[in-house]
């Protein structure tokens, strides 16, 4: 009896994840020697530029995917690479690949590395990553 229960319990998890969704790719600016490597985003980046963080929301997901899919607008105050044409003011949404980092809190300035928003329809902008600029004491 208890081996048909293993057997049950192990067809069930084999079905599943054959079943399931593929696994997200490592994130944009991540390698293997850097969670993050700041030269690799900025290659990788459209536009860099500072500044703040208004219209925050939060949308947690609880079990099983224990995640917070935000929404929130960046407000550019200087561009650093890109960005002359581009809007002042971004809106992003936290997704599970795409944008897959969790804005946590809206204080402070903010470092973002980001993609040009494609010209189709219902396209969404995209970040490669974000930083919180630590205020120097």
Known sequence: MMKRLVLATLLAFLACSAFGTPPCPPPPCW???APFDPAVCD???????????????HHPAGFPLDKDFTEFTFVIDRWIKGGDKLPREITFN?????????????TGNFR???KNKPDVENAQWEFLH???IEEKR
């Not at 936290?94 to 809206?106: A, I, L, P």
Request: glycine share 10%; aromatic share 14%; hydrophobic share 40%.
């Open 31 to 33: 390698t293997p020697k």
């Open 130 to 132: 974000f930083a919180k």
């Open 112 to 114: 973002f590395w980001g």
């Open 94 to 106: 936290t997704g599970w690949c795409t944008n897959g980092q969790e804005m946590r809190d809206d």
């Open 43 to 57: 290659a990788k980046a459209d536009w860099i530029a500072v500044g703040h963080v208004t219209k925050l929301i």
